[in-house]
Each structure stands twice: as C-alpha cells, then as structure tokens.
C-alpha cells in the first residue's frame, strides 16, 4: 500500500475553487479506528454548506465527505477484517475528522457498515446517506401499501430515492419540481403524479394526501400541514430552502390532529441491518437509484459547482 493519497481538501470558506487536490500522508491507523480505502462517494448538500463556511465548528483545511464506500484496508476490530466491504455515514465525518473525498479515509469502527453486494461502486456509493435517509422519513411517516404520499423536493437525491421506495411497496407518489424538464426523473423514479411547483399545488386526489415528506423545508413546511389530511403526518427530513420557520406559531399553524414530526440522518448511523436490506432491494430491482453524474476526484471543483447551481436530478458520486 503506497504511503501517499490524493484528497480533495477545502482549504478554507469559500466557492468551489477552495477545493484542491492534494497529495496528503495515508492515515496512520489508531485504537478504534480503521482505514478504508474509498472507491466511491455520494455527494450532498451538507458537504456544499460547510464549504461555504455555515459549520462554524468545521475547521479548515478539510477533507469533507460524510459518506463513503470501500474496502478495510487495515483493521483494529475483529469483526472488520480487512478487504470487507463497508459503507460509512454520518458520525462527524468530513466535519469533525476528515471524510471521503480521498483515496482513503481513517474511520471509527462504529461507522463502519459491513456489506454483501454484487453492486458497482459507483451504484453503492449512491446508497447510504440517501437510502438511509430517504427509508428512515418514510419510517417517520409510517407509510403503508394503498397510501397516498406527496414529496415536496422531489429531485433531489432523497426525493427520488424515497419515491423509488415507496412506489416499490404499493404507495401512489405524488412529487413536486420547480423544473418541468426534471419530470422524467421522477417518472422513472416511480413518481405517479408530476407537480410543478410554480405556485399553489393542484393535488391529483379529489382527496389530501395521508403523508407529507416535505424535502424544501422552511419555505414550504406550513403549506405541507396544510394539504396533508386531517390526521395524517408531515416529516420534514431536508432543509433545501433554510433552517428556520419564520414567525411559526404551532397551535395555530399546525391543523388539530394533524401530526408534524422530523428525520435525521444521525439517526441511521451504524444500521448495517437497514442498508443490506435497501442494497438486497436495488438488487432486486425492486427500486432503482437514480444516479444523475460520476466525477473523478480530480473533477471535484466541477462536481460542487454542478450540485451548487442546481443541475443534478439524482445523485452525484465522486470515485477516486
């Protein structure tokens, strides 16, 4: 194993040309911690707001990436032997230690996911974060066969991937884009009911929907509790349009019964168990990960600013 690696490292706050590749030292392994050698990596959204500065705990330099997959290249846990293929999430990468935009990441064992695939890299890369989060909203939301389910934010890579899933387990999908030339994405995702989000929502039921997974956020959140059905659940699980709700008062601006609950990511940490099922399942085709672009590392500047202006309908990946 060379003792050198390329990264992509965020140098400091900025556009996406604060992202270099360099030839970094491999990490030196450590009590608790083993090395992966990355073969692929999703990008998100996160990722772009820490490199334009919104962590204020994220010091820089950096090697961002809060997912990756791979192979243990060295191990300290026994039941991580190396040349095991893993899937890591979450847990402070590319935050408080560096993440996967690298030939190789030094992880905590308690991220590291074992798995069993006959995937690609780049179709296993596209898994974690997303199908994660995408399967713990709708979990949130406690969807079942026969529903009707709307998602707000419907490209983006948890949109689709929570279409994917919820179209393969008999729910009817309705989802919204901004972008008419998005719709086939969402068509291919198993989306029933293209909306185009240009002003108040025509729903395609003479009746609300039972469940609401609303990826927009701040701007929209209010709406959603407003079209769902008496009783039913709004799960916000993405923060596309902001943080903060502005002026949100919840006795009045939440309907009487209606239930308005959250998903985060953080929370699939480690579940191993979860991701074997959602990888069994795109084996399966029972759903399919839209992936909408494949960077290089060294294509990594272009991969932030393609995701910075909105391009992707999907999930981008980075393999070394």
Known sequence: ???????????????????????????????????????????NRSELRTRQGHSPDVRFPRVLGIECVGVVAAS????????????????EMGREFDGGYAEYALLPN?????????????????????YLTAQGA???????????LLIRGGTSSVGLAAASIAAGHGVEVASTTRRPDKAGALTAAGVSHVLIDSGPLELPWASAPDSVLDLVGARTAVDSLRLVRRGGTVCVAGSLSGWSIADFQPVAMIPSGTRLTAFHSKDMKGRADVLQRIVGEVE????????DRVFGLGEIVDAHRYMEDDQASGK?????
């Open 1 to 43: 194993m060379s003792t050198t690696m390329r990264a992509a490292v965020c140098v400091g706050a900025g556009g996406p040309e604060v992202l270099e590749v360099r030839e970094l030292p491999v990490p030196a392994v450590r009590e608790g911690w083993s090395l992966v050698r990355v073969k692929g990596a999703g990008l």
């Open 76 to 91: 300290t846990d026994p039941a991580l032997p190396e040349g095991t293929t893993v899937a890591a999430v979450m847990g």
């Open 138 to 148: 709708l979990d949130a939301l406690g969807i079942e066969p026969g529903t009707r």
């Open 284 to 291: 399966a085709e029972v759903h399919r990960p839209h992936i």
């Open 110 to 130: 308690a991220l590291l996911m074992p798995i069993t695939t006959t995937l690609s890299w780049e179709v296993l890369a596209a898994l974690p974060e997303t």
């Open 316 to 320: 981008l990946v980075v393999v070394p």
